[in-house]
C-alpha cells in the first residue's frame, strides 16, 4: 500500500473507495485486482469500530493504474495498491483521523419516566 500527500488538513467526512470494473478491456481497474472485497471489509469494519465516516462505492478516480484506489474525502491523501491484507491499517488511519461515533439517541438506554423529572 503507498499513500499519495494529502491535499489540505480538512477532516474526512466520507471514504471514497473504487469498485469500478472494466469489462472486455485490458485497462487495469480496482475491482479487477479486488476492490469489491476490500470495500466489503472497510465497510464492515468501520461500522463495527464505529469510526466517525461514511463511506461510498465509486467508479473511477482516473488512477486506475494504481489500484485499488481509495480516498478519504474532503481532501484526503489517496491510499493506492490497497490490498485485503491493508484493511486493518486503514481502519486504524481512519480512527486517527476521524474519531469514533458515540452512541446515538436510540441506542442509549432510555431511563425510567419516573427519573425524567416533572
Ligand atoms: S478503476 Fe479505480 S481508479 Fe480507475
Keep these: ?42 465497510e464492515a469494519g468501520v461500522r463495527t469500530r464505529r469510526i466517525d465516516i461514511e463511506t461510498e462505492r465509486l467508479r473511477c478516480f482516473g488512477q486506475c493504474p494504481h489500484g485499488p484506489n481509495l480516498r478519504p474525502a474532503p481532501g484526503g491523501s489517496f491510499f493506492h495498491r490497497v490490498a485485503i491484507e491493508d484493511v486493518p491499517s486503514v481502519l486504524d488511519t481512519l480512527e486517527k483521523t476521524c474519531g469514533t461515533r458515540s452512541e446515538t439517541a436510540a441506542e442509549k438506554p432510555v431511563p425510567p419516566l419516573h427519573l425524567l423529572g416533572s
Design 1 to 42: 500500500m503507498h499513500r499519495s500527500k494529502a491535499s489540505t488538513e480538512q477532516r474526512p467526512r466520507t471514504l471514497l473507495i473504487c469498485v469500478n470494473r472494466r469489462f472486455g478491456s485490458d485497462k487495469p481497474s480496482c475491482a479487477a485486482r479486488g476492490s469489491v472485497e476490500i470495500a466489503d471489509a472497510l
